[in-house]
Nanobody, 127 residues
Framework: QVQLVESGGGLVQAGGSLRLSCAASGRTFSGYAMGWFRQAPGKEREFVAAISENGASTYYVDSVKGRFTISRDNAKNTVYLQMNSLKPEDTAVYYC????????????????????WGQGTQVTVPA
């Protein structure tokens, strides 16, 4: 079992920044590709960003490219999402997730392979 706990959400004005953190506990963090998803009110959950097990590969949804950065610190069992130039349309509950991939350098961009999910953290960017 892997437990994931997100933090760092909040209310920020448009153009501002936030850094989300996702701390993993339980089984070893290594061997897991990580991802961030978000769900806005009345909308389906959508993929935001993913990072490979070793951090060498990343992938982003087009709407956040150039503004968001995903990173991980395997020594701290933590994955981050740095969010800059935030927009009202970024308002959502943000979830981190873990998918076991062994030591393959792959990113996982769909939700089904992710077996562990955090409880979510709210990000609000007023219009």
């Amino acid at each position: 079992q892997v437990q994931l706990v997100e933090s760092g959400g909040g209310l920020v004005q448009a153009g501002g920044s936030l850094r989300l953190s996702c701390a993993a506990s339980g089984r070893t963090f290594s061997g897991y590709a990580m991802g961030w998803f978000r769900q806005a009110p009345g909308k389906e959950r959508e993929f935001v960003a993913a990072i490979s097990e070793n951090g060498a590969s990343t992938y982003y949804v087009d709407s956040v490219k150039g503004r968001f950065t995903i990173s991980r610190d395997n020594a701290k069992n933590t994955v981050y999402l740095q969010m800059n130039s935030l927009k009202p349309e970024d308002t959502a509950v943000y979830y981190c997730a873990a998918a076991y991939v062994g030591y393959a350098t792959v990113v996982v961009t769909t939700s089904r392979p992710y077996t562990y999910w955090g409880q979510g953290t709210q990000v609000t960017v007023p219009a």
